[in-house]
């Protein structure tokens, strides 16, 4: 999992323990995600890209943060509140330069 459980849990202000199952599932969630949405395959930041795919990227603190507001919104609205099928707005801001572009 690229976005740790603590990093989670302190953009969500530190929820119950009871939570943090449901919290993993939501990080693995915004990794697989941010591929979707980018066409792009994530890794940790300290990874080792040079054999990788060419679309392959490391996380970096603007992908993380992005991945935080999803998860954020993800645990407010359970029950899938209609979002006019879209990610919320910061992280699609935050994640639209990284979207590969394969011409």
Excluded: C
Excluded at 6 to 28: A, N, V
Excluded at 55 to 76: D, F, M, P, S
């Amino acid at each position: 999992m690229i976005f740790s459980l603590d990093f989670i849990k302190q953009q969500l202000r530190d929820p119950p323990e009871e939570e943090d199952t449901y919290l993993q599932t939501l990080g693995i969630a915004a990794e697989q995600t941010f591929n979707n949405y980018t066409g792009r395959i994530l890794y940790a930041a300290d990874a080792d890209l040079t054999e990788a795919e060419e679309n392959a990227i490391a996380v970096t603190e603007e992908i993380e943060l992005g991945a935080a507001v999803l998860v954020a919104w993800l645990y407010v609205n359970r029950e899938g509140e209609d979002s006019g099928d879209q990610l919320p707005l910061p992280t699609r801001l935050l994640w639209n330069p990284h979207r590969w572009l394969n011409v």
